[in-house]
């Protein structure tokens, strides 16, 4: 069973700072690996999508990188502000299921920034 | 160009009830799916339509249901409801599900079951 794991699930950190979230998943065979943002109650925000054949993508202050021989992707947030406090998840798309089987989410990470 | 919509916001219903959830994508985008998400974890995946046939569906009952529309909106339905059907019922909606597209999530569908 392919799965999506995320480390830590909770983070608090001050403002200012330049942090890393973590994202694993069991199966390098993937199509895709998507990041989202979702503040609570809400839905889920795209944040950066990263085809198999990339290595990362950058938007703004945000930098995604994914290793498929590790199984690893990381989203790097830069001079982290309040407003990014939110939890963010992160998906992957798996091969296996001939692109039928929807996207695979972690149970993400609880971001806090502390002003 | 309005984003992924989604009706009714919120819904309170009794155990055994049924339940139709609507939504519409984003312009021009032919492919949906639908996921529910329990309070503290991440979004499973239920179902996938696109071009009005049903691509994919995830390990859910079969009292969930699903179908899309030719104007590509899609309903969701969900008969003899369970406490345990209580969740956000999130709709996504991609340009095509011939390659691996972005997909874009609309605000979900709050749903509490008594």
């Known amino acids: 069973k392919q799965e999506v794991t995320q480390i830590p699930a909770a983070l608090s950190v001050p403002e200012g700072e330049n942090l890393v979230l973590n994202c694993s998943f069991t199966d390098s065979a993937i199509y895709n690996l998507q990041w989202f943002r979702q503040d609570p109650g809400k839905g889920l925000t795209s944040l950066l999508l990263i085809q198999s054949s990339q290595r990362e993508q950058t938007s703004g202050r945000l930098n995604a990188s994914l290793d498929k021989s590790s199984g690893r992707s990381t989203l790097y947030i830069a001079a982290s502000q309040p407003g990014d406090s939110a939890t963010y998840l992160c998906?992957?798309?798996?091969?296996?299921?001939?692109?039928?089987?929807?996207?695979?989410f972690g149970k993400g990470t609880h971001l806090i920034i502390q002003p | 160009d309005a984003g992924v919509t989604q009706s009714p916001t919120h819904l309170i219903k009794t155990r055994g009830q049924h339940v139709t959830l609507r939504c519409s994508p984003i312009s021009g985008h032919k492919s949906v799916s639908w996921y529910q998400q329990v309070l503290g974890q991440g979004p499973q995946f239920i179902f996938q339509y696109y071009e009005k046939e049903e691509r994919g569906r995830g390990n859910f009952p079969d009292r969930f249901s699903a179908r899309q529309f030719p104007n590509y909106s899609s309903e969701l339905n969900v008969n003899a409801l369970l406490l345990g059907d209580s969740a956000l019922y999130l709709c996504?909606?991609?340009?095509?599900?011939?390659?691996?597209?972005?997909?874009?999530f609309g605000p979900g569908t709050r749903l509490t079951v008594l």
């Open positions: 998906a992957a798309e798996f091969t296996s299921g001939g692109g039928a089987d929807g996207l695979t």
């Open positions: 996504a909606s991609s340009l095509q599900r011939e390659s691996s597209d972005e997909q874009f």
